[in-house]
């Protein structure tokens, strides 16, 4: 599970980075400031999370914020910020754009609980309704595990198909896509995983736009669904039960 904390300010960033690995079990990835890290999330760096500093140079943390909530791969994505000066006017706008929580400095071990927290509503977000879908298949937990691990490898390796075929623009294979997307689609709908259902839909209409020569969307598509794929493929690192209480 990759965290990348943003801060322009070293030590700041080495309490923040400590925060994180007791909150998780490991060290974060980080960045110097909100240029930094977006270069780094938008040249496909997947994370579960960002801790970004509020005041920083040539990209703050509202700026930051904004511009992943504006691009599709990255509206769902949890965020949280770090400030010494939390005034009403910048939380105020944070939450207007889709923050999911603060920390505040000196950062003090309530932080931990409040990373923790952010984490796990992530997580269940991911498999919504995952009980019902256990009552619907008729498969204990330890079944449906397996389920999600299978979801997660076919899904990868349907990623790479349709990488493939975009390199080559091979329209016949597209066509032949569209089917096992689908599937996977229909598979997603019945474990629960909502969101990763809508990825799907938007590369499945990506790939019909291929076919009719309008192939900009598609891209963004395949690399919103292999950000997903991660996340759920992080699902795996803690015990079912845990997740889903």
Not at 37 to 48: F, I, K, S
Not at 212 to 239: G, T
Request: proline share 3%.
């Amino acid at each position: 599970m990759n965290i990348l904390v943003v801060d322009d300010e070293a030590v700041s960033r080495q309490a923040v980075s400590e925060i994180v690995e007791a909150a998780t079990g490991r060290a974060p990835s980080t960045a110097e400031d909100g240029l930094a890290a977006w270069e780094r999330l938008d040249g496909g760096e997947p994370v579960v999370m960002v801790l970004s500093d509020i005041r920083m140079p040539r990209m703050d943390g509202l700026e930051l914020l904004a511009r992943l909530r504006g691009d599709r791969r990255f509206e769902h994505l949890p965020v949280m910020l770090i400030s010494s000066a939390a005034d009403r006017s910048t939380v105020q706008n944070a939450v207007r754009t889709g923050v999911q929580g603060f920390v505040l400095k000196p950062a003090t071990l309530d932080a931990v609980d409040r990373v923790r927290h952010v984490i796990d509503q992530f997580r269940r977000s991911l498999l919504d309704g995952s009980r019902e879908a256990m009552q619907r298949l008729g498969v204990d937990e330890g079944r449906f595990r397996a389920y999600v691990d299978a979801l997660v490898t076919q899904g990868q390796s349907l990623a790479d198909r349709i990488a493939e075929a975009l390199q080559a623009e091979s329209e016949a294979v597209f066509k032949e896509l569209v089917a096992a997307v689908h599937n996977q689609r229909m598979a997603a709908v019945t474990m629960g995983a909502r969101r990763l259902e809508q990825v799907l839909g938007a590369v499945e209409s990506g790939l019909h736009g291929f076919a009719q020569k309008d192939r900009s969307a598609l891209p963004a598509s395949l690399a919103c669904y292999r950000l997903n794929l991660y996340w759920l493929q992080c699902m795996r690192e803690r015990p079912l039960d845990e997740q889903l209480k």
